[in-house]
């Protein structure tokens, strides 16, 4: 399965977001692009989309940030990848003609992206920012 770079920045984005939920305290741009190394002009359209579709909120000015606009429990990867890359439960065959091989492969190419749909919707930001706090943190020694 091949993700896009702007959806993982995403996803990578909104549990950065729940790690803080907790705390009640909004989370800066800067403040993710050096937590997560996402690049800032990435993560500057990311989080227009995310705050467009309602799946963050945003304040302004000197304590301003973003925030999750609901508990992380309640926020799946699907309603993320929704936002960034629109419904990718359609399979289509990108044959001029399609010949009865291509439409049988069409009905997997189908069933791959109904299970990713499933399996997406089962992932929610709570789930994993308690599996990202769970993990030591690496040392590296020079």
Do not use: H
């Amino acid at each position: 399965m091949t993700v896009s770079a702007k959806s993982e920045y995403a996803c990578i984005a909104m549990i950065e977001l729940a790690a803080r939920y907790e705390a009640d305290q909004p989370a800066r741009l800067r403040e993710i692009t050096e937590a997560q190394g996402i690049p800032q002009p990435f993560l500057v359209q990311i989080m227009a989309q995310l705050k467009a579709a309602g799946l963050v909120q945003s304040t302004r000015g000197s304590t301003g940030g973003y925030r999750l606009a609901q508990a992380p429990d309640r926020i799946t990867l699907a309603d993320i990848f929704q936002v960034i890359e629109g419904s990718g439960d359609q399979a289509e065959s990108n044959l001029q003609r399609p010949t009865p091989a291509a439409q049988a492969l069409c009905g997997v190419w189908g069933k791959i992206c109904q299970e990713r749909t499933k399996i997406l919707e089962d992932v929610t930001l709570a789930s994993l920012a308690t599996r990202v706090a769970e993990q030591p943190d690496e040392m590296f020694y020079i």
